[in-house]
């Protein structure tokens, strides 16, 4: 299995950047198995009830700048913490305030 493992990463890296990220969402999608019944319907009604609070004043809008800078800092104190890869996992683990 290493060996087969070390061939299929070979082939990847001399893939294009296109190409990668395709793989990358394809294989995302299998991890994450199939979609369940009825959640595109539940996010689409979920972003037109938070739209409206906005547009009601119900709740306050976070400027982009301020959530990316937040998210920025947040990764920062992990690569601190972890060392330098926590980055990359930490992306995929967002949920989690530990080391990666």
């Given at each position: ?6 061939e299929i ?88 305030d530990r080391?990666?």
């Amino acid at each position: 299995m290493a060996i087969a493992l070390a061939e299929i990463e070979e082939k990847v890296r001399e893939l294009s950047q296109s190409d990668k990220a395709a793989l990358i969402r394809l294989l995302i999608g299998e991890l994450d198995g199939p979609p369940e019944p009825d959640v595109e319907k539940a996010w689409i009604a979920e972003a037109k009830r938070r739209h409206q609070e906005l547009l009601e004043g119900r709740v306050k809008g976070v400027p982009g700048e301020q959530v990316f800078a937040r998210v920025r800092a947040l990764l920062g104190g992990w690569a601190v913490r972890c060392g330098s890869r926590a980055r990359d996992r930490a992306i995929a683990e967002a949920s989690q305030d530990r080391c990666p």
